[in-house]
């Protein structure tokens, strides 16, 4: 019984010693299994990392794409604002230059008609022309002599044409100057007189006044009915009587 007992537990050591190889087996597929996992874990991590490398890289970009757009677009405006102000400037400076040249001609429009209206004179009392500065006319009696000197009228008596100048108690009469109490005759039977400056007349009383006319005494005219004859005879008028056709 004894002897039995010792061989039938020997097979059982033999057949725990087999199977511990089966245990480390399985320990190596477990650390083998271990090791992909691992491995699967570095690649995947390593292909975050991969990935948010590349979405930084794609934001800086465009940051970078942004920033020169901008740069872009306020170089250009700058521009533009240059070149307006340019334009401006260069407006304004035409603009004052079209000034500066309307002021000179303007000046010397003025320059040129200047001369025109300052030298030149109207012979208003002689023939209405226009004299230049130096030119002169002499009147038609050939008593006066006027020279037009830078506008203004400078005129010359003949002293062989001087006349007297009436006082205020003379008379004037074609152009011939009576004194106070002087008179001339106008017809045999009138004369008139200067009369402290003004004309008076005296009419001689042996005269006929006739159909609008003075006749003197003694002389004879014609009748208004035109067939009789009237004579004036100291101051009186008489008629023929004759019966007219």
Request: hydrophobic content about 20%; aromatic content about 8%.
């Amino acid at each position: 019984m004894p002897t039995k007992s010792k061989s039938s537990s020997t097979p059982k050591k033999q057949d725990i010693k087999k199977s511990k190889p089966n245990v480390d087996t399985q320990k190596q597929d477990i650390t083998s299994q271990t090791d992909v996992s691992s491995g699967q874990k570095s690649k995947s991590g390593f292909s975050i990392s991969r990935k948010g490398t590349v979405a930084i890289l794609v934001a800086l970009f465009i940051v970078l794409i942004l920033s020169v757009g901008a740069a872009v677009v306020g170089y250009m405006y700058f521009t533009d604002n240059d070149n307006n102000d340019d334009t401006d400037r260069e407006a304004e400076k035409s603009e004052d230059e079209n000034k500066d040249d309307e002021g000179e001609d303007e000046e010397e429009t003025e320059e040129d008609e200047t001369p025109q209206a300052d030298n030149s004179c109207v012979a208003t009392g002689f023939d209405g022309h226009r004299y230049d500065s130096g030119e002169s006319y002499t009147t038609a009696d050939g008593c006066q002599t006027c020279t037009c000197d830078n506008g203004a009228w400078d005129c010359e008596e003949d002293p062989s044409c001087a006349t007297e100048v009436a006082g205020p108690y003379d008379c004037v009469h074609d152009g011939v100057i009576y004194h106070d109490g002087e008179s001339y005759t106008i017809d045999a039977c009138r004369e008139r007189t200067c009369m402290s400056g003004m004309w008076g007349y005296v009419i001689d009383t042996a005269c006929c006044y006739y159909d609008g006319e003075y006749h003197e005494s003694g002389s004879s005219f014609p009748s208004i009915d035109g067939c009789n004859t009237c004579n004036c005879t100291n101051g009186s008028i008489g008629c023929t009587l004759m019966l007219c056709p």
